[in-house]
């Protein structure tokens, strides 16, 4: 029984690298802030597993948000602010987790390694 966190990522936009570890990051520091203590402080003590993973653009983004949910796991959605290369409001990634492993891939299985 293992924990682990999944960033999807839209592809469509073409990040600049910067922008695309900096979006990752707040998906990865707010989902872990949306979660339960207990699991937040398991997760660290197994190395806080992370994957990035890619989906063709904000419609498939929100489908596997929706998914996760559904499913009972944290979402963090996020939205840029636009204050660099983007337009505000744009969706640019989400976080899911940290949760079990199998829970995680039962919604983002099937995603390419960004």
């Known amino acids: 029984m293992s924990l682990k966190q999944v960033i999807i990522v839209r592809q469509d936009l073409q990040l600049p690298k910067g922008k695309l570890a900096s979006q990752v990051a707040h998906a990865s520091v707010e989902a872990t802030l949306q979660s339960q203590t207990e699991t937040v402080k398991k997760w660290r003590k197994e190395g806080m597993a992370k994957i990035v993973l890619k989906v063709n653009d904000e419609k498939e983004l929100l489908e596997y948000s929706r998914f996760a949910k559904d499913a009972g796991l944290v979402v963090a959605v996020?939205?840029?602010?636009?204050?660099?290369?983007?337009?505000?409001?744009?969706?640019?990634?989400?976080?899911?987790?940290?949760?079990?492993?199998?829970?995680i891939d039962k919604t983002t299985g099937v995603l390419k390694l960004l």
């Open 78 to 103: 996020i939205t840029d602010a636009g204050r660099t290369t983007i337009a505000p409001g744009t969706t640019t990634c989400a976080g899911i987790g940290p949760a079990e492993e199998k829970e």
